[in-house]
């Protein structure tokens, strides 16, 4: 059983930047691939970017070269670096594991977080 707990989500200019964390419970966290996933009002959940085990790491296109996902594994804590941000990066931000790293990125994952708002003013 892994529980997750995003932190970090906010409210922020257009141009501007956030940090957010997903605190993993467990022993084995190495063990899992990691996701974040977003979901905008009336519109469904989408793919943000995914970190395996081995720290690979895939991103969706819109939010390729501005966003960085990242883990450290001695903290149970995964990351995502969000930079330039536009007002339509707004939405719910949820973190995700997985031992399958195609759950993770296809968004069947077994384990959700509670979710995060971000806001993006223009």
């Known amino acids: 059983q892994v529980q997750l707990v995003e932190s970090g989500g906010g409210l922020v200019q257009t141009g501007g930047s956030l940090r957010l964390s997903c605190a993993a419970s467990?022993?084995?966290?190495?063990?899992?691939?990691m996701g974040w996933f977003r979901q905008a009002p009336g519109k469904e959940r989408e793919f943000v970017a995914a970190?395996?085990?081995?720290?690979?790491?895939n991103y969706a296109d819109s939010i390729k070269g501005r966003f960085t996902i990242s883990r450290d594994n001695a903290k149970n804590t995964v990351y995502l670096q969000m930079n330039s941000l536009k007002p339509e990066d707004t939405a719910v931000y949820y973190c995700a594991a997985d031992i399958v790293t195609r759950a993770v990125v296809g968004g069947t994952a077994d384990y959700w977080g509670q979710g995060t708002q971000v806001t993006v003013s223009s």
């Open positions: 970190i395996s085990r081995y720290s690979t790491t």
């Open positions: 467990g022993r084995t966290f190495s063990s899992y691939n």
